[in-house]
């Protein structure tokens, strides 16, 4: 339970730092060449792409992979 809440804590942050980091590289740093502001602001698609791949991810993984079969036990 703790490591599902942690992981969509992880991805929300990561979604979070991408969106601010591209909002930065398009609005802010206007004093960079154009190629180093490309380069950021894919860098900043990269990780909001992560984030919505990795929530897919946490979204369709709702039942447990893997369900132990007990032997049975013989008298």
Known sequence: MWQRGM???????VGG???LWLG???FAAE?????ARIGQALL???LIGWA???AGLLLRRTEPRFTPRH?????
Not at 71 to 75: G, I, L, Q
Request: cysteine-free; aromatic content about 20%.
């Open 7 to 13: 992981n969509w804590t992880a991805t929300v942050l």
């Open 31 to 35: 004093q960079l060449s154009m190629w």
């Open 44 to 46: 900043g698609v990269f």
């Open 17 to 19: 730092f991408g969106t």
């Open 24 to 26: 930065v590289m398009v």
């Open 71 to 75: 032997r049975r036990v013989r008298a």
């Open 52 to 54: 919505f791949y990795k």
